[in-house]
C-alpha cells in the first residue's frame, strides 16, 4: 500500500488497517480496475455535504415525494460496489479493482460498509456504498441505470445520518454534480478537526 504522498503499493491491507487509514483522513484508490496496486489519498482539499445544509433540487425533491423508486439499505452491496466499479458514460475508467471490491466486502461483513439502493420492481436501477466509523460516514460511489435514482439515495442517506446521529458526510471530492447538493471543499485541517469531532461516539446506521 501507497505512504502519505500518494505513490504505489501492492494492495496488501486488511480490513483493520483501512479503518485506522480513514480514522486519519486516507483513503485508498486504484488507477483503473485492472491495476491490482493501490495508493493512498489524503486531499488538500476535502469534499463534504454538511448535513444541516443539505440541499434537494426541487425538481429531486418531486421525484422523491412521488417514491419513484424503492429504497432499501444495505440489501444489495455486492451488486451495488460492482455496479458502481462498472464504467458508464462520461465513465470509461474506474478506479474500484478486485482488490478494493474484496476489502469494502469485508467491511460490509464486520458492519463498516454500507449501501443505499433504488429498485424498479425487482431491478437495480441505482446505489451507493460508503464507509462508517464513529459518527462519520465516508462516500465512495455511486451509480445510476435510471434518472435520478442515485440521486434520491442520496437524499435518503442523508434523511438516515441525520435520523442516527451522524455529523459528517464525506465525499472525497466535490464535483458540480454533488455541489448542487450544497457540497463543499474544506482544508485539510479543518477536515482533520470535523473528523476528530465525528470519531467521538458511535452512530449506528443499520
Not at 104 to 125: F, I
Request: glycine share 8%; hydrophobic share 40%.
Amino acid at each position: 500500500m501507497a505512504n502519505r504522498d500518494g505513490k504505489g503499493g501492492d494492495g496488501r491491507i486488511t480490513p483493520q488497517v483501512l479503518l485506522k487509514a480513514y480514522s486519519v483522513g486516507l483513503f485508498p484508490m486504484a488507477e483503473d480496475a485492472h491495476d491490482p496496486t493501490l495508493y493512498w489519498v489524503e486531499p488538500e482539499m476535502r469534499g463534504i455535504i454538511p448535513l444541516d445544509a443539505f440541499h434537494v433540487p426541487k425538481s429531486l425533491a418531486k421525484a422523491v415525494r412521488q417514491q419513484r423508486y424503492q429504497i432499501t439499505f444495505n440489501a444489495a452491496f455486492g451488486p451495488v460496489i460492482r455496479a458502481c466499479a462498472e464504467p458508464a458514460p462520461g465513465r470509461q475508467k474506474t478506479w474500484i479493482n478486485r482488490t478494493i471490491l474484496e476489502l469494502y466486502t469485508d467491511l460490509h461483513r464486520l458492519g463498516h460498509a454500507h449501501s443505499v439502493e433504488a429498485w424498479d420492481d425487482d431491478q437495480l436501477v441505482g446505489g451507493l456504498y460508503g464507509v462508517t466509523l464513529g459518527r462519520a460516514f465516508f462516500g465512495e460511489s455511486m451509480f445510476s441505470r435510471r434518472p435520478d435514482a442515485s440521486k434520491v439515495c442520496l437524499v435518503h442517506l442523508v434523511e438516515r445520518l441525520r435520523q442516527r446521529g451522524f455529523v459528517l458526510l464525506d465525499t472525497q471530492f466535490t464535483t458540480e454534480h454533488l455541489k448542487r447538493f450544497g457540497a463543499i471543499d474544506v482544508p485539510r485541517a479543518d477536515y482533520e478537526g470535523m473528523l476528530a469531532e465525528a470519531l467521538i461516539g458511535e452512530a449506528v446506521f443499520d
